[in-house]
């Protein structure tokens, strides 16, 4: 992700063109308007040359991974986060996130680029909220039943 080029980012179809990320993978990744809008006020600020991220010291190179590391350690300090956070910590936050909003599991996949589901699973920690809220067979049987009763005539 540090070495995204202005090019890979895909306004028209709202989508981010990773090459090579994590498993050395191809993928794509979803845009949201209001990320788009920073992106786009980032780089009219630093206006590199084709990286989206220049590197600090060379910046005809991309951000390395450790000078990424830094920036997110000192955006989770800013924010007074006292957990480490690293940009992996991100990539299970957003799993994490889009599982507790009723995104489908394999979509969550797909989105992280496993071949597996397992792996996915992985990668998605349920928050006890999220596992309070689902509804047991049961419960939704009992309602079928109790639906489907005539009702009682008053007392």
Known sequence: MNAL????IDSKRMLIRIEQGKGRKD??????????????????????RGWLFPGGRDPVQPMTT?????ACHMAAQTAE?????????????FATHLLEHGVDIRVIQVLL???????????????TNTIREVVSPLDH???????????????
């Open 113 to 127: 680029g496993h071949a597996k589901l397992d792996t996915t699973a992985l990668y998605t920690r349920v928050a």
């Open 27 to 48: 993928r794509n990744a979803m845009l949201s308007p209001v990320l788009l809008e920073l992106l786009r006020e980032w780089w009219k600020s630093c206006r590199s």
């Open 81 to 93: 986060i006292t957990k480490r956070v690293t940009p992996h910590t991100l990539r299970h936050s």
């Open 141 to 155: 049987l009992l309602k079928t039943i109790k639906a489907s009763e005539p009702p009682k005539p008053p007392a």
């Open 5 to 8: 080029k202005v090019s890979d």
């Open 66 to 70: 450790r000078q990424l590391t830094r």
